[in-house]
Nanobody
Framework: QVQLVESGGGLVQAGDSLRLSCAASGRTFTTYLMGWFRQAPGKEREFLAIVSRSGGSTEYVDSVKGRFTISRDNAKNTVYLQMNSLKPEDTAVYYC??????????????????WGQGTQVTVSS
């Protein structure tokens, strides 16, 4: 298992940008698919984006496509989520997660074996 720690959340206004970071421990980072999820109060955890082991390919849920960008720096064991044009409905706790197998491309939380503690993002109108 890889240990994950998110950072970069905060309170911003609608239209602002924010970049989340997720630092991973260990020397096996490149063996994991990395994803970002979010969970708003009273709602289920929602898949947002995933990046391949090399960082060469990415996938997004339609609601964030064109506004959010996932990337990874394997030399730093870190995955990022650049969020632009933020909206109040983006308010949630954001989690990074690691998937050992390609089942992670299904975007289901149960296919990710390691999770960070979450970071709060609040977007005011």
């Amino acid at each position: 298992q890889v240990q994950l720690v998110e950072s970069g959340g905060g309170l911003v206004q609608a239209g602002d940008s924010l970049r989340l970071s997720c630092a991973a421990s260990g020397r096996t980072f490149t063996t994991y698919l990395m994803g970002w999820f979010r969970q708003a109060p009273g709602k289920e955890r929602e898949f947002l984006a995933i990046v391949s082991r090399s960082g060469g390919s990415t996938e997004y849920v339609d609601s964030v496509k064109g506004r959010f960008t996932i990337s990874r720096d394997n030399a730093k064991n870190t995955v990022y989520l650049q969020m632009n044009s933020l909206k109040p409905e983006d308010t949630a706790v954001y989690y990074c997660a690691a998937a050992k197998t390609d089942y992670g491309y299904n975007g289901r939380p149960e296919d990710f074996g390691s999770w960070g503690q979450g970071t709060q993002v609040t977007v005011s109108s």
